[in-house]
C-alpha cells in the first residue's frame, strides 16, 4: 500500500509566500518523478512543477521564475516553493508521484489528496 500526503495550503496576500510538502510512504521501490498539480474551480487540473529522479524539473510557463520544486530523496518527499503568489494561483494543489513497489513491478501513478491555496486581500 502507498500513501501519498500532502500539507502546507493555507491563505496567503498576493506576493506572499507558502511551501507546499509531500510525501510518498508504504511500499516503495523507486519512484519515477513526482510533480504537482492544481485545479481552479471550473477548471481542469493541470501540471504546475515535475522532477524526476535524475532531478530534471519542468514547470508550467505561468509558474515559471515564482515556483520551485525540490525533493529529498531519502525521505521520498518533495516540495513547492511558492513566491510571488498571485490570486490566479489559487487552486487545490494535489501531489503526484509515479512509482514501483517492487524490482519486478510496473510503476503506477498515485495521487495525493490535494491542499487547498487561496491566494487574496
Known amino acids: 500500500q502507498v500513501q501519498v500526503v500532502e500539507s502546507g495550503g493555507g491563505l496567503v496576500q498576493p506576493g506572499g509566500s507558502l511551501r507546499l510538502s509531500c510525501a510518498a510512504s508504504?511500499?516503495?521501490?523507486?519512484?519515477?518523478?513526482m510533480g504537482w498539480y492544481r485545479q481552479a474551480p471550473g477548471k481542469e487540473r493541470e501540471l504546475v512543477a515535475v522532477i524526476r529522479s535524475g532531478d530534471s524539473t519542468n514547470y508550467a510557463d505561468s509558474v515559471k521564475r515564482r515556483f520551485t520544486i525540490s525533493r529529498d530523496n531519502a525521505k521520498n518527499t518533495v516540495y513547492l516553493q511558492m513566491n510571488s503568489l498571485e490570486p490566479e494561483d489559487t487552486a487545490v494543489y494535489y501531489c503526484?508521484?509515479?512509482?514501483?513497489?517492487?524490482?519486478?513491478?510496473?510503476?503506477?501513478?498515485?495521487w495525493g489528496q490535494g491542499t487547498q491555496v487561496t491566494v487574496s486581500e
Open positions: 503526484g508521484a509515479r512509482l514501483s513497489r517492487d524490482s519486478r513491478s510496473s510503476s503506477y501513478f498515485h
Open positions: 508504504g511500499s516503495i521501490f523507486s519512484i519515477d518523478f
